[in-house]
């Protein structure tokens, strides 16, 4: 969802280069209560979930007004690039199962066609 919101192919040539200014240009705002939708989660597990991936650098959180905004850093994104494969190779049916009302997102595609899957 986060590196969904970049609009960027994870699997573009020289993606670690650009990084650092395709992040720092980043306009859009993902709140905790968009992450509990979309893992469909309680706030207490929620908030654990979040907690666990800013301690591990990779997310960040920022207070906005009276929300709390999701941020993903460069080394959140080089993780998901990383182990995109192994999520989706392990997750596969869950994450079909998942989409199944609203379709399959850009990065599972883009995964497919760079021979991820």
Avoid: C
């Amino acid at each position: 969802m986060l590196v969904q919101a970049l609009d960027i192919n994870l699997y573009q040539k020289g993606l670690e280069n650009k990084l650092d200014v395709i992040l720092a240009n980043a306009d859009y705002e993902i709140t905790k209560s968009d992450v509990r939708h979309e893992i469909r989660s309680n706030h207490k597990m929620t908030e654990k979930v979040l907690r666990e991936l800013e301690s591990e650098g990779l997310i960040e959180l920022v207070k906005k007004d009276r929300t709390t905004l999701v941020k993903i850093t460069k080394k959140g994104v080089l993780h998901i690039k990383q182990w995109n494969r192994f999520y989706l190779d392990l997750y596969r049916e869950q994450i079909v199962d998942h989409y199944r009302y609203v379709g399959l997102p850009k990065w599972f595609m883009e995964a497919n066609q760079s021979g991820g899957l």
